[in-house]
């Protein structure tokens, strides 16, 4: 057993004890300097959180555990593909990498909208079943214009 | 001025005074019958959470107030067209209807990721930025398998 698939074990593992304990089916782990030093399940029917993803639960706790915004030289594992909202997560993260063992199609035979969501993503907002429309307003620019002129700021 | 110019400009309100303290350019307010029923900024450097976006803040305190983990009827403005990661999040809490004034480029032009995270999501896992791998372990269906077998679960 290599590594990885170790360590996707424990992720796997993570998520079956969550069903056990009502949450869903997901499990997540990060991994610095090879040690485990985040896990998280998928709570969001318990917290009535939609944003609980496994991956987020990790996300937030690593970085909460580095005292730090960015996961740098991290890797992640889940028992299943990040679906876009965690991709993007990931992606403001920046771990070094990501493995993952089922995938977004597996997640959508059991009633999971990972696989429809990436579609939807792709698609112009206003072809999107959820509406999503620009309306440009007169002083649409005032945050970003602030945010330039802004000296003492944190970029990320 | 229409009612969702004036929520809009409240979003925007909320990014330039974030702003001032020391947050990110941007905020999103969510609308159920008519009244504000929660409000987010951007909290990432401030609180070490890569997740911490205006909208997904928002999302969170509305499901709170809600004690759901959907947004059934609601509607999201955001100061700014939200990032995979929350229109991810959007997906997952399913408001009616999203309206933004500054778009992904707009955010890009100020140093944010977004556009690039979009072009990122629309490809193949194996030619992203961050690498991103499956590895289908031999124990990858356990959590679904068990999930197809309990009754008493929520899905969402």
Sequence with gaps: MTIHTSFLH???????DNVKHSGGPF?????FNDMVIATGVN???????????AEIVAIRAACTYLNSFQLTDCI??????PCPMCLGAIYWARPSAVYYASS??????V????SFIYEQLALPADQRSIATQQI?????????????????????
């Excluded at 992640?76 to 593909?81: A, K, M, P």
């Excluded at 009633?111 to 990972?114: A, L």
């Design 10 to 16: 424990q992720a796997i593992e993570l998520a079956v």
């Design 27 to 31: 499990g997540a782990i990060i991994i």
């Design 43 to 53: 709570r969001v029917t318990a917290t009535h959180d939609p944003t609980a993803h």
């Design 76 to 81: 992640l594992y889940s028992s299943c593909e």
């Design 104 to 109: 977004r199609f597996d997640a959508a035979a």
């Design 111 to 114: 009633g999971f909208d990972d």
């Design 136 to 156: 440009v307003t007169e002083n649409h620019s005032a945050p970003f214009d602030l945010w330039r002129q802004t000296q003492e700021k944190i970029e990320y």
